[in-house]
């Protein structure tokens, strides 16, 4: 969400209260980061800072010699803006940024305006929990070398080895043993698992369920595309 002046004098007022900048930034919906950049700014000048267009850095003005140096290579190459950043760099020692090379192709004519902005590519990021103990993940694995199950129990928030259980067979007995030994940490007030027998059971009760819920853990499924990111992560 985008930081406007009211959003920002709200922001600054709960920051004022004595609220943290976790608590602050839900204000407006921004990040943490973005919390502290304001508040310090505030602080050092004692005036809100400015916000909305117009107010950031200044763009940057192409020279004649960067315009000779993008003709020259496309003429060389004739490649992309992209590739071209990469090889003037490589040729010339200057780096001129890819968005600022198609400007140039653009005057020059050779190449056509993008009709739609390009939106910036955001990495993905893992959800995790905030507090450990909030949530633990259970995933049985084969380690197919010596033919032995192991079953490790994850924090999902400090990514923590809570228990480990080896044998040579999953079953549900072991799975309660795993939980048993990860909760000498503490309460837990999630477990995470698949849909394996050792966990659920289609008909009837299931003895692990049975097990969380005298503990007072919720039982969640992952699907499977969520449970390959939890493989991944650890």
Request: contains cysteine; positive net charge.
């Amino acid at each position: 969400m985008k930081l406007t002046k009211t959003r920002l004098l709200e922001t600054l007022r709960a920051k004022n209260d004595g609220l943290s900048s976790w608590q602050a930034r839900k204000v407006a919906g921004v990040s943490v980061r973005r919390v502290n950049q304001v508040w310090s700014a505030y602080l050092s000048s004692g005036v809100m800072p400015e916000v909305g267009r117009r107010v950031g850095r200044p763009r940057r003005l192409v020279l004649e010699s960067e315009i000779m140096m993008v003709r020259d290579a496309w003429l060389k190459y004739r490649v992309s803006a992209s590739m071209l950043e990469a090889l003037i760099e490589r040729d010339y020692g200057v780096h001129i940024p890819h968005n600022h090379i198609h400007k140039v192709l653009v005057q020059l004519g050779l190449a056509k305006p993008l009709k739609v902005k390009v939106k910036r590519k955001i990495d993905w990021v893992r959800y995790e929990r905030k507090h450990s103990l909030t949530a633990v993940h259970l995933d049985w694995h084969l380690y197919s070398l010596s033919n032995v199950w192991v079953l490790p129990v994850v924090d999902d928030a400090s990514r923590m080895l809570l228990a480990l259980i080896e044998t040579s067979r999953a079953t549900t007995e072991a799975s309660i043993m795993a939980m048993q030994e990860a909760l000498t940490f503490g309460r837990i007030r999630q477990c995470i698992t698949d849909h394996g027998t050792q966990f659920t059971k289609s008909h009837g009760s299931c003895r692990f369920g049975q097990f969380l819920a005298r503990h007072d853990i919720t039982s969640s499924t992952s699907n499977a595309e969520l449970n390959t990111h939890n493989q991944t992560a650890r």
